[in-house]
């Protein structure tokens, strides 16, 4: 019953931004960590930010720190990741993710493609 759906992906030229979002439903979302992966061609898994169940702390990876920030909406369930200056690197598929009852679900992710 769990439900995390991505949205917000998109084609965009280097330095430019995209804002992601994840709509989730089927647990306590409050109570619950939201995270950022991402998966780039040729790449492993990622995990790019964390924010804690009221957003009073979130981390980063190193390769996005400063250009990246993770926040939340509780009320409306939903997990943002808005993501400017954005680099050719940064080309992936993007899922939400979160722990709950000691087990990990995965949205179906959305695609970030950035190129000239």
């Known amino acids: 019953q769990v439900q995390l759906v991505e949205s917000g992906g998109g084609l965009v030229k280097p330095g430019g931004s995209l804002r992601l979002s994840c709509v989730a439903s089927?647990?306590?979302?409050?109570?619950?960590?939201m995270r950022w992966f991402r998966h780039g061609p040729g790449k492993e898994r990622e995990l790019v930010a964390n924010i804690t169940e009221t957003g009073e702390t979130t981390n980063y990876a190193g390769s996005v720190k400063g250009r990246f920030t993770i926040s939340r909406d509780n009320h409306k369930n939903t997990v943002y990741l808005q993501m400017n200056s954005l680099k050719p690197e940064d080309t992936a598929v993007y899922y939400c993710?979160?722990?709950?009852?000691?087990?990990?679900?995965w949205g179906q992710g959305t695609q970030v493609t950035v190129s000239s």
């Open positions: 993710n979160t722990r709950w009852a000691f087990t990990n679900y």
């Open positions: 089927g647990f306590m979302f409050s109570a619950s960590s």
